[in-house]
């Protein structure tokens, strides 16, 4: 069971609009910022949001992050078949003194 | 080119010890604090352990709390995390990274990963 919570799957065709939730409390998300990497199969994870809606260079603007509460969010606009693969939201916990990751979320282009 | 190549990892029984290494190259490594993290096969990523730029201050996850030591040699560009009494949910692939610099927490940087088995 992990600190954030994340649904197991999502899925979208290519071109539409999809999102992401990341549910956790006010130890975590609430008090610190909140990063999201992708993870394709095979591979090591990637940085794809840090500081809740920053995205590294290389990053398309496709990709857009935001957190409001204890909840934060990935949005993925424009779907493309290359975007398939997990992805994990990560935050520090202020009561555990740990980072904690979600359980990820399979995104699946139909 | 930045690059972080982690080593040392295999087969290992359980209650049995293992280090690793992650050597960093292509930027000034002692000015980064960096991180551990594991993934179960099939599994989800789970944060391990993070150490400061100087060394000074480190953290762990409750599961390898007592058990598993992070350290780094600043002059050597290396990160290491010393494992002990090795466990079967120990099982994984170990992953370095770097924490993205003004943060502590965003990993800009991972390895390619080194798999830990425990098994007898």
């Known amino acids: 069971q992990s600190v954030l919570t994340q649904p197991p799957s999502a899925s979208g065709t290519p071109g539409q609009r999809v999102t992401i939730s990341c549910s956790g409390s006010?130890?975590?998300?609430?008090?610190?910022?909140v990063n999201w990497y992708q993870q394709l199969p095979g591979t090591a994870p990637k940085l794809l949001i840090y500081s809740n809606n920053q995205r590294p260079s290389g990053v398309p603007d496709r990709f857009s992050g935001s957190k409001s509460g204890t909840s934060a969010s990935l949005a993925i606009s424009g779907l493309q078949s290359e975007d398939e693969a997990d992805y994990y939201c990560?935050?520090?916990?202020?009561?555990?003194?740990?980072?904690?990751f979600g359980g990820g979320t399979k995104l699946t282009v139909l | 080119e930045v690059q972080l190549v982690e080593s040392g990892g295999g087969l290992v029984q359980p209650g049995g010890s293992l280090r690793l290494s992650c050597a960093a190259s292509?930027?000034?490594?002692?000015?980064?604090?960096m991180h551990w993290v594991r993934q179960a096969p099939g599994k989800g990523l789970v944060w391990v352990s993070r150490i400061s730029s100087d060394g000074s201050s480190t953290n762990y996850a409750d599961s390898v709390k007592g058990r598993f030591t992070i350290s780094r040699d600043n002059a050597k560009n290396t990160l290491y995390l010393q494992m002990n009494s090795l466990r079967a949910e120990d099982t994984a692939v170990y992953y370095c990274?770097?924490?993205?610099?003004?943060?502590?927490?965003?990993?800009?940087?991972w390895g390619q990963g080194t798999m830990v088995t425990v098994s007898s």
């Open positions: 006010s130890s975590n998300i609430r008090s610190n910022t």
């Open positions: 292509g930027f000034t490594f002692s000015s980064y604090w």
């Open positions: 990274a770097r924490a993205w610099h003004g943060t502590r927490n965003a990993f800009d940087i």
């Open positions: 990560a935050a520090w916990d202020d009561s555990l003194n740990a980072l904690v």
